[in-house]
């Protein structure tokens, strides 16, 4: 079976307003080496929020905290995990009724809003069945 992928189209008006991306999910392997890092760096960001029952459903928890265990991370560690997150992502560029694929560059992006938006959906698609299945 292969891994599944998602269009995301930036509707906010803004700079990047109708570019397109493509996410595609993690190997299981990756996935799970990310959520091992994401929680590493909830101890190094001493981020002691989490209530003990999100804690305690392991990588199912990570899909409710999202991306705020991120920002409570030093950049040293956060940045990484960031990288891991994007590295997933393709941008979609239409010129001239061709279109061209590839990973995304820092220079893709106009607005900060769309980075952090790619992020979540990078987050949802690899671990937010996991708050489902969690529920």
Do not use: C
């Not at 002691?48 to 459903?57: H, K, R």
């Amino acid at each position: 079976m292969s891994r599944k992928q998602v269009t995301f189209i930036v509707e906010d008006e803004g700079r990047d307003k109708g570019k397109e991306f493509l996410i595609t999910e993690m190997s299981a392997w990756d996935a799970e080496e990310l959520a091992e890092e994401i929680y590493r760096a909830m101890g190094q960001g001493e981020f002691n929020s989490l209530p003990a029952d999100v804690v305690a459903m392991g990588v199912a928890g990570l899909a409710t905290v999202g991306m705020s265990v991120l920002s409570a991370a030093p950049a040293h560690v956060s940045r990484p995990i960031s990288d891991k997150l994007l590295s997933t992502v393709d941008i979609i560029i239409s010129h001239d009724g061709k279109e061209n694929q590839r990973k995304v560059k820092p220079i893709d992006f106009e607005e900060v809003a769309t980075i952090r938006a790619l992020k979540d959906k990078v987050f949802e698609l690899n671990f937010g069945f996991l708050a489902l299945a969690a529920a």
